[in-house]
């Protein structure tokens, strides 16, 4: 099930530059001032508007509201999260990477008054221009560099005083009972404030008033809606939209976002009938946008809390629910979730009211209650086209609390998880070019920078309705066959797959079916390791022994009168601590063994001045068979993660770069690989010189260009765990939690979902997703606790390590094919040493 390739351009399950732009035709000079001009185009369609159901720029186009949600400036320390990973700009550069249009980013009233920075909030070191500036500074300074990269702000009074949410009484409404600083008029007066200091900003796009409107206690009276209550959510929100557009046009125009009560949640038609809130409020119509929050353990009509209870009280309150006739959005099937919807907010969509904003929603990936809920609400975004802001891209921490993030599709070290499978839901929510997004020129410039470290080669775009996408599977069931620390995505066994064996060429397994590993078991005579320490104990044949011990998880067996004494330590920690003197035993460590598909064999050729002159008139010559030509805009780095995202989308073995002309490249078939290899070997194409990036070389005499071929190939790579005793790295910041597992298990998953390392306490494991430098760095002393690094060793022969290019620089195709030669001549002499579990028993070794 592969794409069908088109002259010119590549299907991909992810959004992707247009074939043609006029970066590629500018001068070096031109080329590096286009992201400039095409920022400042991107900031003339601003300010926006509401017309129907959508927002629009000043020419009339849509502008969606695809974007996400960056909390701190509400929260205890009153700065956003993440500066203590990464610098301020890299992450905005991360979120337009992403493709997101837009950012809703809360602060608190508190935050205006605070002089100081929480200690510990920033790193300085990565964030100096940072040092010594106000909580209100930063906030600006965030706001600045998100418009500096294409992202537009949607700023968001999100609580009174700076806590995580915070209880009722302090940030359930938009003042602060018995206060005489966090009065109503105080809130307003904080609008009129934040508006004027973001005069000249014209990316800020809306105000969104207030976040979740709720009581102030359990048994207390609520806020209302129209109704004349003393806490009419109505009256105040009309008070401020007035105030804020009364200041116009000397504070610009923008967008005023009003949401509905959180408790109870009611449908929409309650903010439209009988009157609309824009003719109450004596407002512009093309002002006001309307805006609700949705999650899995919330659902119409009151707040229940039943979806963070035990079991017992669960079973209580949900009868009791089912009296009054209500379920959490969590407990719902599709047909019932979008009829709620419908009655919730859809109608408004269908009948072309007003622009709504689902402003929060999001999900832990690995909560078997929240997790489908996410997939069905993808599926009534993705239906209904609506605007959306996902919560949160924070991981991590929470400000001022121990309790980790678990809704952030981040990494620890706050680097885009391209494997998560919320990350590539939203993905596809995503507007195309256009509608919010920056021009082609500025979004590769943004790409280019935060280019993803992990490709997703999912052989055909998911769609949310398909039964077998990934979002309606678990992670376990269908993960991604890539992983940071390895070299490459996994490829199938040359000898499976009811194939014919075949070195040549990898081949990349669907999504849901990774390859299992092989082993090579290594013989210690004479020795054993924790000895009495015996985790299981196994008898039978050989083979029998390393089918228990591999299926168990272990790292490694002792063979002594005919029985296997499993331990449960890592395959290394046991071989440093294995100790000579047991003359009737035999110690077999287990070495796990992974086929990766890597770009190894990448070498630089010239071409006939013939086949030259065929490609620049748009021609083909006579062996172009195979051959699939892009033009791409933006810096090499963009059109190679391309080309590579490409080859594992698409089915594409290798690719073709020219130095001369970084926008060209061409994709490679199966076939135009060997038939390159066949014309190499022939000599038809001499062997020129290792080109420097972005170097054009031409032999005048001859009249050639120098080109880059990057060809896939085998890799047998082995992968172990590196154990760290008494340490933790980022504690309490889990992407995932195993409870009783063995390390085998562990090591397992972090090849099928990407992890990095994990931590062990007791017989439960606690993952990271941070990179591996990243992870060191953060170590810190944990008592009963051991972390564990997945370390990746590619067993390459000498002569492949003689041959490849220093610093992956192209080589000459001599040594490239050298190098391919070595690998797969390592590959067919190594195979049938691998023993193979499964009910085919061992193979060798």
């Known amino acids: 099930r592969r794409c069908t390739p088109l002259k010119g351009q590549i299907r991909s399950p992810d959004p992707l530059p247009p074939r043609a732009s006029t970066l590629s035709r500018l001068t070096p000079a031109q080329r590096q001032s286009a992201p400039m001009d095409a920022l400042e185009a991107w900031r003339a369609q601003f300010p926006v508007r509401a017309r129907g159901r959508h927002v629009v720029n000043r020419h009339g186009e849509r502008f969606k509201l695809a974007g996400v949600n960056w909390y701190g400036a509400s929260d205890a320390y009153h700065v956003v999260g993440g500066l203590t990973m990464q610098p301020l700009e890299g992450i905005c550069r991360m979120v337009a990477a992403m493709g997101f249009t837009v950012v809703r980013l809360p602060f608190s009233s508190e935050m205006l008054r605070d002089p100081e920075v929480h200690a510990g909030a920033i790193d300085y070191n990565l964030n100096p221009g940072l040092c010594g500036r106000t909580p209100l500074d930063i906030y600006l300074r965030v706001v600045d560099s998100l418009g500096a990269v294409g992202v537009a702000v949607v700023v968001n009074n999100h609580t009174t005083m700076g ?118 409020w004596g407002v512009p119509r093309d002002r006001l946008v309307l805006a609700l929050h949705m999650y899995a353990w919330s659902g119409p009509g009151s707040w229940s809390p039943k979806a963070f209870t035990g079991h017992l009280a669960y079973a209580f309150l949900h009868a009791t629910d089912l009296v009054f006739a209500r379920s959490l959005y969590g407990e719902m099937d599709q047909p019932t979730l979008e009829k709620q919807m419908d009655a919730e907010f859809g109608f408004v969509l269908d009948q072309d009211i007003c622009p709504v904003w689902l402003s929060e929603f999001g999900a832990d990936a690995h909560s078997e209650h929240e997790r489908p809920w996410f997939d069905k609400m993808c599926q009534y975004l993705h239906k209904k086209d609506v605007d959306f802001a996902y919560w949160p891209l924070n991981v991590g921490l929470k400000p001022g609390s121990n309790e980790g993030e678990p809704y952030g599709f981040l990494t620890n070290d706050w680097q885009p998880r391209w494997t998560d499978a919320r990350l590539r839901a939203l993905r596809r929510l995503l ?62 066994w040359p000898d499976e797959g009811g194939e014919p064996s075949d070195v040549q060429l990898p081949r990349l397994p669907r999504l849901s079916r990774l390859p299992r590993p092989r082993y090579l078991w290594k013989q210690r005579p004479g020795q054993d390791a924790d000895p009495g320490r015996n985790a299981s104990v196994a008898f039978g044949d050989l083979d029998n022994m390393k089918q228990h011990c591999v299926e168990g998880g272990f790292g490694g067996f002792a063979v002594h009168g005919g029985m296997a004494y499993m331990r449960s330590a890592s395959s290394e920690e046991l071989a440093s601590r294995l100790r000579a003197g047991f003359g009737q035993t035999v110690f077999y460590l287990a070495e796990e063994v992974r086929l990766c598909a890597v770009w190894n064999a990448s070498f630089s050729a010239e071409a006939s001045a013939a086949d030259e002159q065929a490609q620049d008139e748009g021609g083909e010559s006579a062996e172009d068979a195979g051959f699939h030509s892009v033009e791409l805009s933006g810096a090499a780095d963009s059109v190679r993660e391309f ?44 062997p020129g010189p290792a080109p420097r990036p972005g170097e054009r070389q031409r032999d005048a005499g001859q009249g050639r260009a120098v080109r880059e071929y990057y060809i896939l190939e085998h890799a047998l790579v082995s992968i172990g765990l590196e154990a760290l005793p008494g340490m933790d790295a980022f504690p309490g910041c889990n992407a995932r939690v195993l409870r009783g597992a063995s390390l085998g298990q562990c090591k397992d998953l972090c090849v099928k979902e990407g992890y990095t390392g994990f931590a062990m306490c007791g017989s439960d494991a606690y993952f990271r997703t941070a990179a591996a430098p990243s992870l060191r760095a953060r170590l810190e002393p944990t008592p009963d606790c051991t972390f564990y690094l997945l370390v990746c060793q590619e067993l390459c022969p000498p002569e492949a390590r003689a041959a490849e290019g220093g610093g992956g620089r192209p080589t000459t195709i001599a040594e490239g094919l050298a190098r391919s030669d070595a690998l797969r001549a390592h590959l067919a002499r190594l195979l049938p040493q691998l023993w193979r579990p499964g009910p085919h028993g061992g193979g060798g070794g």
């Not at 073995?653 to 070997?681: F, I, N, Q, T």
């Open 163 to 280: 806590a995580w949410s915070g209880g009722p009484g302090e940030n359930g409404l938009w003042f602060l009972e018995d206060s005489d600083v966090y009065t109503e008029d105080g809130w307003i007066g904080d609008w009129l404030r934040m508006a004027s200091l973001l005069e000249g900003r014209p990316h800020v796009v809306g105000y969104d008033l207030r976040n979740e409107v709720r009581p102030t206690g359990i048994l207390s009276q609520g806020p209302g809606w129209g109704q004349g209550e003393t806490l009419d959510w109505c009256v105040a929100a009309g008070e401020c939209a007035r105030a804020l557009v009364s200041q116009e046009p000397t504070l610009g125009q923008r967008l005023i976002i009003v949401e509905r009560l959180a408790w109870p949640q009611e449908s929409l038609q309650s903010m439209l009938a009988p009157t609309p809130p824009w003719e109450l």
């Open 643 to 686: 080309c590579q995202r490409s080859c594992l989308n698409c089915g594409f073995y290798g690719y073709e770069l020219r130095p001369d002309r970084p926008s060209c490249a061409r994709l490679l078939s199966r076939h135009a690989v060997s038939a390159l290899r066949v014309k190499w070997r022939q000599r038809l194409w001499l």
């Open 431 to 492: 507007p195309s070019q256009g509608q919010g997004r920056p021009p082609p020129s500025l979004a590769m410039a943004m790409a280019s920078v935060a280019a993803p470290r992990e490709l997703s080669p999912s052989a055909v775009p998911p769609r949310h309705d398909d039964p077998e996408s990934d979002l309606a599977s678990s992670p376990a069931r269908s993960p991604p066959p890539w992983c940071a620390p390895l070299p490459g995505p996994l490829a199938t």
